[in-house]
């Protein structure tokens, strides 16, 4: 039982291209985590919300509590951007998602 | 200021044989994590600490695992007669206090048993 499911597992893009990674969860959150896991990397938090939508640069996060549902965005790619992000939600316990493989090619 | 750091890095050991693996959570966090990450997985809960009391250890595997936290700083994560089966990223975060959901992460511990 996957109380955090994310979507696509992997996902490949061009340079710039406008990518989207969905999270939809089961259980009863205080928070949404989005967070990101270079290759050989420790994992660093990206954001935390609650509600409504936060933007930091290229990366945008909405969540739709009513939905249980959150998604990840990234605008004008880069190859940078590559690596793994993880949806996290806290609530009793901390349940992470298995990851979003992200690959921008140049 | 530092984060959450971990030691080893990395660590292999023959099966059968005890680890100890380390977090130095950031100073003055009440709350303190440990995650196992298997290879293409997300990382899975093992147990939790406020302060020096362990709160939470449903998510240890077996009784081969063992955390501490004696001073409710430092912990250590103790691992018996390891075997294949526990090679993971041992994952250590810790958080402000229970009003602030953040969880600032290690880098992590990459076990290999042989």
């Known amino acids: 039982k996957n109380e955090v499911e994310q979507s696509p597992q992997n996902l490949t893009a061009q340079e710039g291209e406008f990518i989207t990674i969905n999270c939809s969860y089961s259980?009863?959150?205080?928070?949404l985590h989005w967070l990101q896991q270079h290759p050989g990397g420790g994992i660093v938090s990206l954001f935390m919300?609650?509600?409504g939508k936060k933007k930091h640069g290229r990366l945008i996060a909405t969540i739709n509590i009513q939905e249980k549902h959150s998604s990840l965005h990234i605008t004008a790619s880069h190859p940078r951007d590559s690596a793994v992000y993880i949806c996290?939600?806290?609530?009793?316990?901390?349940?992470f998602g298995t990851g979003t493989s992200l690959t921008v090619i140049p | 200021g530092a984060g959450v750091s971990q030691s080893p890095r990395y660590k292999v050991a023959k099966r059968g044989q005890d680890v100890a693996l380390r977090c130095d959570p950031i100073?003055?966090?009440?709350?303190l994590f440990w995650y196992q990450q298997a290879l293409g997985q997300g990382p899975e809960f093992l147990t939790y600490?406020?302060?020096?009391?362990?709160?939470?250890k449903s998510g240890l595997p077996s009784d081969r695992f063992f955390a501490e936290r004696p001073e409710g700083s430092v912990s250590t994560l103790k691992i018996q007669r390891t075997q294949q089966e526990d090679s993971a990223v041992y994952l250590c975060?810790?958080?402000?206090?229970?009003?602030?959901?953040?969880?600032?992460f290690g880098p992590g511990t990459r076990l290999t048993v042989l």
């Open positions: 975060a810790s958080r402000p206090n229970n009003r602030d959901s953040r969880q600032f």
């Open positions: 259980v009863g959150i205080s928070a």
């Open positions: 919300l609650s509600s």
């Open positions: 996290a939600v806290s609530g009793n316990q901390f349940y």
């Open positions: 100073s003055g966090h009440v709350s």
């Open positions: 600490f406020q302060n020096e009391a362990q709160l939470d």
